[in-house]
């Protein structure tokens, strides 16, 4: 079945080809399919276009069809094209004519753009609840290990004193950013294109607020054609901030593999957490940090590539973006696994104490030793000669603490004004509104 089927059966060589994975990865955008069909056919009932009692029968089974998803239950048959054509079929099948009437006012152009936005809308939230753990957990660490001194490094080369407080703390802030990023993609994919129809509107009198209402949108898309643009461009902004997500857990991913390694021996992690060489014994290797590296450097990829394949298209409709869906649907698991996995592993972590009394440590003191002497009245430059000298001499003693008083240094993580950061930006979301339009949707 077909939502766009006549009477000319089309070579099944070129259905394969242009149905590709859609079929697949339909079942994703399932429940919102419903969501979807569950507002439109409420506005067609306003507008005179769906009775009252065809109205009550197709809520009713719409809303069986979206439990049957939920639990589990719910496959595209075998020469269905997509979702969009499952539901219709099923409801058709159920409650006979009144499921052929719900497509009035709306093309398969407008629903895949609405299952869309319904579905990134969605999945924003969960990857906001796993960057929130991670934040968590990263600031708990921070507060923890705070008096624990750490190298900190320019170049790969030793520098000057850091701690797990600031390195555990950098991330936890990064992760703000990156939420303000998600919270503007959010936004640019809360708002309705529904009734745009194929790109160019109906001459059905749509109630198209009605709908923004019912599925707790911020607002619509209101030029038609704006609204069909949106395909493409949505999925680049919303991928541009999860690639920003990731390239966070990814470098964090990075700085653990390094930090493990011996000649660093910084952190450690359980045996059980870890994996072995099928040769070398000793083997301790760290896979979930390298493999967190690896995805995170594909999601960082994700908004180039969508990007070339919208590139150069005109405004309307495209068979191209259906090629976006790809790569695009499956990248919010790809990045929610590696949060989660991120503050597993995090939970887990050993961190060595007295790292910097090792003896190839003492020279990240050498801008503590010129500072000591800049505030006895020294001028920096001839501090900074001096204790140079020292250094090339082989007299330079370092002292054996930091005094670093600052906000945002060692001695002052401000660990409580970046929680606070965070907290702000949670609360911008308003995921209430969303929640409560869904439940009152699917209600019985």
């Not at 149905?19 to 399919?33: H, I, Q, S, W, Y």
């Not at 967190?292 to 298209?313: D, F, H, S, T, V």
């Not at 054996?400 to 401000?414: K, Y």
Request: glycine share 6%; hydrophobic share 40%.
């Amino acid at each position: 079945m077909k939502l766009w089927q006549k009477d000319t059966q089309v070579k099944q060589e070129v259905e394969q080809f242009t149905v590709g994975k859609d079929r697949e990865l339909d079942l994703m955008l399932a429940p919102f399919d419903v969501l979807g069909s569950l507002a439109h056919t409420r506005m067609l009932n306003s507008i005179n276009l769906l009775p009252d009692e065809d109205l009550a029968l197709v809520q009713k089974e719409l809303k069986q069809i979206y439990r049957e998803i939920e639990n589990g239950n719910f496959t595209i048959e075998e020469g269905v094209e997509d979702v969009h054509s499952q539901v219709e079929m099923l409801l058709t099948r159920r409650v006979g004519e009144a499921g052929k009437k719900i497509h009035s006012g709306r093309s398969r152009n407008d629903q895949v753009l609405l299952d869309l936005k319904l579905f990134v809308r969605h999945q924003i939230q969960v990857t906001v609840s796993g960057v929130q753990e991670l934040f968590n957990q990263l600031i708990s660490l921070s507060e923890q290990h705070k008096e624990k001194l750490l190298p900190g490094y320019t170049h790969l080369q030793i520098a000057m004193p850091s701690s797990f407080g600031l390195w555990f703390g950098a991330y936890a802030e990064s992760l703000v950013d990156d939420l303000i990023l998600l919270q503007a993609a959010y936004k640019i994919s809360n708002k309705n294109p529904l009734g745009s129809a194929a790109g160019y509107g109906s001459s059905f009198p749509l109630n198209r607020q009605l709908t923004t209402d019912l599925l707790g949108f911020d607002s619509l898309n209101y030029n038609v054609v704006y609204a069909q643009m949106g395909r493409g461009k949505t999925e680049r902004n919303v991928s541009s901030a999860l690639a920003s997500v990731a390239a966070t857990v990814g470098r964090l991913a990075m700085d653990a593999c390094l930090y493990m390694n011996q000649n660093f021996g910084f952190i450690s992690l359980p045996d059980d957490l870890t994996t072995g060489s099928s040769i070398m014994p000793h083997k301790k290797n760290p896979d979930v940090f390298e493999i967190i590296r690896g995805k995170c450097n594909k999601l960082q990829g994700l908004p180039n590539e969508i990007a070339l394949i919208i590139g150069n298209l005109p405004s309307g409709y495209h068979r191209d973006l259906q090629l976006v869906k790809e790569s695009f649907l499956p990248a919010f698991q790809e990045l929610n696994s590696c949060l989660e996995m991120m503050t597993f592993m995090l939970k887990n972590i050993i961190v060595k104490e007295n790292i910097l009394q090792d003896e190839k440590y003492k020279y990240l003191f050498s801008v503590e030793v010129v500072n000591n002497q800049v505030l006895q009245g020294i001028p920096f430059r001839e501090a900074y000669k001096n204790i140079g000298a020292d250094i090339a001499n082989n007299t330079f003693n370092p002292p054996t603490e930091v005094n670093h008083t600052h906000e945002g240094s060692i001695g002052n993580l401000m660990n409580e004004q970046v929680s606070a950061m965070m907290d702000k930006v949670l609360a911008s979301f308003n995921f209430d509104i969303v929640e409560k339009a869904v439940k009152e949707l699917v209600a019985d």
